[in-house]
């Protein structure tokens, strides 16, 4: 039902191989993530589910789904009671349901890993990863690790920051 | 008395055909008035949904439904059910479930990752009421 990992593809996102630290061009001030589904509703999902901003960065969250509602809603304990799988200096937040056609922005400025996931497609595996700066920033917080909090198919839909790091941009493959 | 019995299962079961033509009768046209509720003035979802049209539920039968599904003509197209997968394999069933309309024409089960109002993996079944029904739900 939902697809691995060997599933996404490499899109976009220049690498700049190194002796040193994969680096990658990274993305800002403005990116957009589409939030897209299957005409009849079997897959949902967020497009790119992986990508790698700048600080500072404003990230727009676009509903491209004419069929359902979709939100964008960080992992953390002021929201819903979840388990802060965020930077704990970054403000959490929650688009509400956005309708076809709706958006929701957000300027993400506290480096380190987000994860984020869609209200009601977080057991469908709808999530998805935002690294912001680099992991050499002063003040970096990774990605949280595995949780009960979690269903396994979300578990399952974080790319890798490793991934993310070396391509930038992530796309799952789509079912379109 | 056995006569009487039969003549009163009888009227019983006139009595009960009758309502049941009466009230599909009422469904035929949205909106089909109360119990049923528009989906989209409860829950965050499109007024008209490409496939599934404008959907009206009876909160009462949630989350298997019947959900009534309408055309942009205000024709009753389809009856739909969604009936949770987790549901179902824990042991659920989902008997005598009622129908909009008892002309069938055909009939379309898939899967759905969930939307509000089901938000868990959950299959669709669409009994479509006339030939033209699915088209009219397409967009």
């Known amino acids: 039902m939902t697809p691995g990992r060997r599933e996404f593809l490499m899109v976009g996102g220049g690498v700049i191989a190194t002796l040193g630290f994969p680096r990658v061009t990274l993305a800002g001030p403005g990116e957009t993530i589409e939030m897209k589904g299957t005409a009849r509703g ?10 790698a901003v700048a600080p500072g960065t404003t990230v727009r969250f676009v509903n491209r789904d004419p069929g359902n509602s979709h939100t964008a809603t960080a992992y953390h304990p002021d929201i819903f009671d979840r388990q802060r799988r965020i930077p704990e200096q970054a403000v959490a937040w929650d688009s509400d349901f956005l309708l076809p056609g709706e958006s929701f922005e957000v300027t993400l400025t506290v480096s380190g890993v987000y994860d984020y996931y869609c209200l009601p497609h977080e057991m469908a595996g709808m999530v998805g990863r935002i690294l912001v700066g680099q992991p050499t920033d002063q003040g970096w917080e990774g990605a949280a690790g595995d949780s009960d ?8 839909g974080f790319p890798r920051v490793d991934d993310i790091i070396a391509r930038g941009r992530i796309l799952r493959e789509e079912y379109e | 008395m056995k006569s009487a019995l039969t003549l009163a299962a009888i009227a019983l079961t006139l009595s009960t055909g009758n309502a049941l033509a009466h009230d599909e009768d009422v469904l035929q046209m949205s909106p089909p008035g109360a119990p049923y509720i528009q989906v989209s003035d409860a829950l965050p979802l499109p ?3 490409p496939g599934l049209g404008t959907l009206f539920v009876d909160p009462d039968t949630l989350p298997a439904g019947p959900f009534l599904a309408y055309g942009h003509d205000g024709n009753l197209s389809a009856t739909v059910y969604m009936t949770p997968l987790e549901d179902l394999q824990s042991g659920t069933s989902y008997d005598g479930l009622a129908v909009g309309n008892h002309t069938v024409s055909s009939v379309d089960i898939y899967f759905n990752a969930g939307h509000p109002g089901v938000d868990r993996p959950h299959a669709h079944v669409v009994l479509f009421h006339d030939e033209d029904a699915k088209s009219r739900l397409a967009e």
């Open chain 1, 42 to 51: 079997e897959h949902v999902w967020f497009a790119p589910v992986g990508l």
């Open chain 1, 149 to 156: 909090d979690l269903e396994p198919e979300a578990l399952a």
């Open chain 2, 47 to 49: 007024e008209f949904i």
